[in-house]
Structures are given as C-alpha cells and as structure tokens.
C-alpha cells in the first residue's frame, strides 16, 4: 500500500516536471520534429524523382542503341535498292517496248536501270519477305515518322509483289505449256517494274535516310498514342498511307490493266501490239 502510493507520487512528481519545461525548449523540439519530417519528405520525392529520371534515362540509352542498330539493317537496305542495273541491247529494246505498250514513262528516258532487287522474281520475293520480316521485327523501338515512311515502303512492296502474284494466278489457270514461260514472263514483268518505278524508289530511299539523320541528332522517344485513326495499317490521320499511294505511279489502274494484259499475251507466245 505504502509502495504504490510513493509510486503515484513519484509519476504525478514526474508529469510536474515534464510540464514546467520551459517554452524554448518546446519550440525547440517542435522546430525539430517539423524539421525531421520535412526532411524525410522531401528525400523521399527526391529519390522517387532521381529514380524515374534514371530509369528515364536507361531506358532512352536502350532504346537509342537499339534504333541504331536498327537504322544500320536498313540502311544496308537502302544500299542494295541503290545498286542499280543497266540492260543493254536487244533485252533493254524490249523492255522499253513493254512499258510503250502499258503506257507508262520510263524514268530513265532511253535507259533501262533498275534496283538490283527487281533482277527477277525470285530475287523480289526474297527481298520483299526480308523487308517485311525486318520492318515487324523493330518498328517497336521507332519512331513515328520512321514507321511511317516504313510503313509507306512496305505496303508500296506489297502492291508490287500483289501484282507479280496476280499474274501467277493467271498463268497457272492456263495449258501447261503456257506454264512453263511462268519464270520467263515473271522475270520480265519484275524488270518492267523495276524499270518504271526506279524514280519512286530512289526518292523513298533518299526521304528514309533524312527521317534517320534527323532522328539521330534529335532523338524522340515519345510516340503517338494508340486511336481508332492511327491502328495497324492506317497509322496516321486521313489515311495517310493511302494518300501517298494515290501518288505512285503503280495507282494509276488503267496502265496496271494493260500491263497485265501485255505480260499475259506474252505467256501466250503472241507479240501482237496492244491497245
């Protein structure tokens, strides 16, 4: 009994002292406190800060050296569309014969220069499927004015290689015998579109490597945010792929028809002029 009441004694003694300190040292300790856990705060927004700003900063040096590598498969690309070729003699006469026929231009006037990739079919085909495969492979690390322009020379190819497709179909609903000149009128018309088309694809080749340059000296990581107007094939407003094929020489369908009809008179052995 004695006990606990010296020990009611001794805290209430206590809980006196405790509140008679003075005011200073009060405000002391409260300055403290308030000190104490700004500073935590503010480490805490900093660190977070510094932390995403790293991570930024990471994630741009992968994506930058990514790109380059990228930048560098097309770029060998670009380089074997610039390998051009010249026909000479009685083939070239030909050539230029067939495109008179179809009523297009040929570019090169006289001259039948191509991209190397339009030596034949086989040698189109490989290119395309390479093309497209590399394209799908990296336009994740890209930006959107280089899959544009990408995008714009894949489907550009695909129209190619749907027209080279085309007239397979047909030359296979034919005799057999017809079907053995298949190689031959396939080769032909690859040349033929090479020859008219070599224009168009020293342009596209030249406006993809300013696209890399820029993109080089100032690098963007920030791309389009998905939409109903920029999914899949038409990535950008107004059909922007569609427009720039508007203007190709390959959209005018009137010359597209009589192409197909020279190369499938050709199958057939006659070299009657079509008109």
């Known amino acids: 009994m004695i006990f606990s009441m010296l020990s009611i004694v001794n805290v209430t003694h206590n809980i006196d002292n405790f509140l008679t300190i003075p005011d200073f040292i009060w405000n002391g300790i ?31 040096g992968i994506i930058l050296e990514r790109r380059l590598l990228i930048y560098q498969d097309f770029l060998k690309v670009v380089n074997k569309l610039g390998c051009k070729k010249l026909m000479p003699g009685e083939a070239g006469y030909s050539i230029l014969d067939i495109i008179e026929k179809t009523g297009f231009t040929n570019p ?26 590399t394209f799908f492979e990296s336009k994740l690390y890209l930006d959107d004015n280089s899959v544009k322009q990408l995008y714009y020379m894949q489907s550009w190819f695909a129209l190619v290689n749907s027209l080279l497709i085309s007239i397979e179909q ?29 224009d ?3 342009e ?14 100032d690098l963007k990581l920030t791309r389009r945010k998905r939409s109903f107007l920029n999914k899949d094939f038409f990535i950008a407003e ?20 009589k192409m197909q009809t020279v190369f499938l008179y050709l199958a057939l052995g006659s070299d009657e002029d079509i008109h």
């Open 30 to 60: 409260i300055k403290l406190l308030i000190t104490t856990i700004s500073g935590l705060i503010i480490s805490y927004y900093t660190y977070t800060f510094l932390k995403k700003k790293n991570e930024r900063t990471r994630v741009a």
């Open 108 to 133: 090169n006037n006289t001259l039948v220069e191509y991209s190397q990739i339009f030596d034949n079919r086989h040698t189109y085909a490989e290119f395309f499927h390479s093309f497209e495969q």
């Open 170 to 198: 047909q030359l296979r609903n034919l005799s057999v015998e017809i079907q053995s000149r298949q190689k031959y009128v396939l080769d032909k018309m690859t040349l033929t579109i090479g020859t008219i088309m070599d």
């Open 200 to 202: 168009e694809i020293s």
């Open 204 to 217: 596209m080749c030249f406006t993809l490597e300013q696209i890399f340059t820029d993109n080089v000296r």
């Open 238 to 257: 107004d059909g922007y792929i569609m427009k720039r094929m508007k203007s190709s020489v390959l959209s005018k369908k009137e010359n597209i028809l």
